[in-house]
């Protein structure tokens, strides 16, 4: 269980994130929409504590941190409960797959090197790469080393995943095997929010959809009610540029 | 004046027994220059109140000024602050019983410090904030991440410069002859002393200079390829 209450965030003063108030419950994968600079990886971000927030709370399962006075361990704490899938994919490039997907649960939850390993391999072989344990970054594929990302997010077993548009540095012929991926682990009930353009996916998987605009929550629903009956006129204006599949309709 | 190869060879063999000064100077001054270069970076990095301006100042410093006007500085510099030291606080130590070549150690130390700075900087810089990020999302502490995964990147980055500098601080440490230490360079001067062959001696030390450097070159090369095997695809 998540829950945002009144993030702010500004870059000098620049405000970027204003009040966002989001719950996500157990096993719900929530998908965040919006024109770019609205705030979606920002938000993201702050979640992880890899940007700090100017304001606000974050509840993460039984972890609370009031952001005006985290301390220290408190963002470790938050960055242990969440995990984060990037655009960029950020392997540590100086480690293969496997040790990519080992280096925390090692480092972090210090589990023996046989244990690690163990379960290291077995989510490398979910995520569909239980040829490629030995290899480096540089040796993968867009789309693999996005699945190793994904593996390496499992590794510690987080109570939520973040997703910030993983599939739009990809090849468009890789989109599908990553999405696949995400596709399978939340039907298996892990609670993600993504980031994402991909309009057919998060119809099929989301629970619930939310619009960003301007640093703010402007809509939120089920995939149908945002997609099918948007309210905001924010978010048909939004939606009739990203799906332009109409237009190209003869 | 004719040259006389022979005495090449026989200054050649003369100079051997310098080469353990000349390589302990280069490896005292690159092993500290590399700790000092390395914290001065990140107190740079990190702008640490106060440190990283002190860091900044030593570095333009000492980058500004020859690495033979360090080493006279600390020889007559430092004398005069022990010995006002060991008065005030009543130890037995003086200065005198530092032996020469403590001198270049120190001082050709503050020298590489410097330099390394400037290198390991360019390697952290070198390595993708995502990096960062990445094992900072999963948990790692400060220190886990820069230990674990910022620092062997930076250092494969960092490599072939620091290379240089190895060698850099291998040619610079003939300097320490102004401090009466002899090394290959000054040996030189002495074996030719007894008979002039001055050019003889001198060409026997570039060879060995040459020689030495080759291997570094060599070896770090090879540490290259080891290290960076992860950019070129390779597998492990
Ligand atoms: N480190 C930063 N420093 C200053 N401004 C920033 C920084 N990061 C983001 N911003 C600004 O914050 C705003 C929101 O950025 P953000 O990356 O969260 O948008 P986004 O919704 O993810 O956009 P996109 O769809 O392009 O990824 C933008 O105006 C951006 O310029
Ligand atoms: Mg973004």
Redesign the interface.
Known sequence: MIQLSKISKSFGRNPVLRDISLNVGTGEVVVILGASGSGKTTLLRCI???EKPGSGEIAVGDLRVDCSRARRSDI?RL??K???V?Q?Y???????ALENVM??LL??KKLPLAEARRRSVELLEKVGLGAKL??????LSGGQQQRVGIA??L??EPEVILFDEPTSALDPELVGEVLEVIRAIAKEGITMIVVTHEMGFARDVANRVVFMDGGLIVEEGTPDEVFQRPREERTKQFLRRITPEANYSI | MQLDPSFIWTAFVQLLGAIPTTLSITVVSVSAGFLIGTVTALLRLYRVPVLSQIASAYVTFIRGTPMLTHLLLIYFGLPMIIDALAAQFGWSFRAVSIPMIGFAYISFSITAGAYMSEVVRAGIQAVDRGQLEAAQSVGMTQIQSLRRIVFPQALAAALPNLANSVIGMLHGSTLAFAVSVVDINAQAQIVASTNWKFFEAYLAAALIFWGLTVLIERAAALIEKRVGAYNRGGVA
């Open positions: 992880n504590y890899l470790l960055r242990r969440t995990a984060m990037f960029q950020n392997l540590f490039r100086h480690k293969t280096e925390a480092v972090v030995d290899a480096y970054p540089s040796r390496r997010a590794a510690l």
